[in-house]
């Protein structure tokens, strides 16, 4: 059970981790690029469309979920109402019965969730690396980010140039673009104009928050 969705459909769904195709659907909003979308997706655009409904059917949210630190987890969560689909990632903290959205993939979108260094940490394998990479947002990414990601696509996608779509996927960053982290009394935030861990904006985490969010991204 997620707080906040006791009522809705969902539905572990790792089987789709297995599935080459998913990747490239589930990466979607980081192909800003004409080119990327069509190194991305290839010949099967008509199969991509098809998983995609499938992904977003009402009856069944697909869930896939992550260990982080602290005993908390993030929930990557296909939010499939009718006329509000998005993909939500959640911080959850089951000790406290708590459910933090760090990013919302969506036409009003939220974001980002992590910076580089965050994702690099918690990211133990190609798949989770993949699976939470649409949450970044960093503006000091390392030379070698580039390279990591495209490993990761190499090993679980069918994309021909992976080292193409890993730079170009990277230069964008989802919706939001860039943001530039830094710590303050030991806890992590962003610059971010539409992200929850920017303490100035208007729909911030408390500082409660804030800091429970940088220590289970930053171990501790």
């Known amino acids: ?51 995609i409904d ?13 260990p982080v630190g602290n005993g908390c987890v993030i929930h990557v969560v296909y939010r ?15 000790a406290s019965h708590e459910a933090l959205r760090l990013v919302s993939d969506e036409g009003c979108f939220r974001g980002p969730g992590l910076s580089w260094r965050e994702l690099d940490a918690v990211a133990a394998d190609s798949r989770t690396l993949l699976l939470l990479l649409p949450m970044l947002g960093d503006a000091d990414v390392p030379p070698d980010a580039t390279t990591r990601v495209a490993e990761a696509l190499a090993e679980l996608t069918w994309i021909e140039e992976p080292e193409t779509v890993a730079e170009l996927m990277l230069a964008g960053q989802g919706q939001w673009g860039p943001a530039t982290w830094r710590e303050r009394d030991g806890v992590w935030i962003c610059d971010g104009a539409y992200s929850d861990r920017c303490p100035h904006n208007q729909s911030s985490f408390d500082p409660e928050q804030l800091a429970k969010v940088s220590a289970a991204l930053n171990g501790g």
């Open 54 to 66: 499938e992904l977003m059917s009402t009856s069944r949210w697909p869930v896939f979920t992550v």
């Open 1 to 51: 059970m997620i707080p906040g969705y006791e009522s809705d459909p969902l539905a572990q769904a790792d089987e789709y981790l297995e599935q080459p195709l998913f990747w490239s659907c589930h990466l979607s909003s980081l192909l800003h690029d004409e080119k990327a979308q069509e190194l991305a997706f290839g010949p099967d655009w008509d199969a991509a469309q098809e998983l």
């Open 80 to 94: 499939n109402f009718k006329d509000d689909m998005g993909i939500d990632y959640l911080l959850h903290d089951p």
